[in-house]
């Protein structure tokens, strides 16, 4: 009996023998690679005085030294002198710090001293009600240029991060109203800058952004009022109701934590079946029957509070826009002698519930909507919107109701 070797056998075989005649790969050479053509830049780089320059390079050299790779000492030196520099003392003594450990020379120990001997530790902190001048100002200004330099750093960190933590040169200081003095070779701990008297904190909106919301809608038109009714009016609708879509687009601003405003303009259209006195008006074999349309333009103002995921808003509302209709109601229907109905043709009752009408409409009233927030989306949050209104053209009422989603800007306690 011969043997055979199964096929997934010989192909593991074959796989093995590839693997173990392939060359060896080195973890760390692509980031030994790198540290040789940044450390050879940053050289270049010192030798032209690019200090800004040459602390980006350092800032590469310091993320591929978390991946093992180690800084030589030169390459700690040029990360001192760009630290020096650029006015950047809180980075230049922890770097000179690095080196006394690998090297304790009396330069770069009397360096360490030197830094010790004029400059301080300290953390500026900044309470949020505090809303006057941030500025960390000497109260004697430093002679040294490299002094002069820490503050103005000290002072683009509290723009940019609100809050500073590094050193100051030794010296008394002033934020606004506030004073602290900063001791050499000590650290003086946290200063908390907060409103003092006769300090007010900035206006500052508690959210701010677009808004938008888009759903589904049901309107109603409902029955004539007197005034609708009146001869005056002219030749009217019947009621008619439909479904659509309902969008807007605005701005939300939050005037404090809960309170807020907003103004939005969007599109409301409806679409539905004919009906006249309640009943479906069917097609005949000399009318054929049209659904019922409408498309509206609208403006909300509102005024809106919010409690966490809560967020309700209420306010006058404008609409105007147009549409179509079929059926009639009103004065004129069986009065077409009257001069208000000249436009009715001679509108008998039998022909009313067939009668396509299209006008004009501007209608005013008020709206309110209640959304719960569900996710956030970056600066915004979605929620789920419930909205409703009502509004009229003073011959009948439009009441409105929409399930939709609002995207809107986050605020602080959402």
Known sequence: ????????????LVALGAAALAPPAYAGDVERAEHTRVSEEM???????????????????????????????????LGIQAAQNLGDITSARSRLSQVVKIDATPEFVQALSDIDANYGHVKVAYDA?????????????????????????????????RDFDGLLPAGDYTVGTHTFTVAAGKDTGS????????????FEFAWVGPRATAGVALLSAGSLNDAGSASDAGL?????????????????????????????????????????????TESTDDVA??????????????ASLRFGKIWIAAGPIWGIGGGSV??????????????????????????????RLSGRIMAGGGAASASYALFDAGPFAGGLTLEGGAQT??????????????????????
């Open 191 to 202: 200063v908390t800058v907060s409103p003092g008297s006769g300090e007010k904190k900035a």
């Open 326 to 355: 079929t059926g009639a109601d009103g004065y004129c229907v069986g009065n077409s002698t009257d001069a208000g109905c000249a436009d009715s043709s001679g509108l008998a009752e039998e022909n009313a519930p067939y009668q």
């Open 43 to 77: 050289r270049k780089l010192a030798q032209r005085n690019a200090w800004g320059a040459v602390e980006a390079q350092f800032q590469k050299l310091v993320v591929l030294q978390a991946s093992g790779e180690v800084l030589t000492m030169q390459e700690l030196q």
């Open 393 to 414: 053209d003073s011959y009948r009422l439009y009441p409105w109701g929409q399930v939709g989603l609002t995207l809107a800007p986050a605020g602080k306690s959402d």
């Open 1 to 12: 009996m011969s043997r055979h070797t199964s096929p997934v056998l010989l192909f593991l």
């Open 129 to 161: 009600r505090y809303g006057a001048d941030r500025t960390i100002a000497a109260v004697v200004p430093p002679f040294a240029p490299d002094q002069r330099a820490a503050i103005a750093i000290a002072n683009n960190i509290v723009l940019a991060e």
């Open 289 to 302: 029957v049209k659904g019922n349309q409408l498309h509206m333009g609208y403006g909300w103002l509102a």
């Open 236 to 280: 009217q609708a019947t009621k008619f109701g439909g479904v659509g879509a309902r969008v807007g687009v605005g701005v939300d601003m939050g005037l404090s934590d809960h309170v807020g405003v907003l103004a939005e303009v969007g599109y409301h259209d409806l679409f539905g079946a004919a009906h006249y006195n309640g009943e479906v």
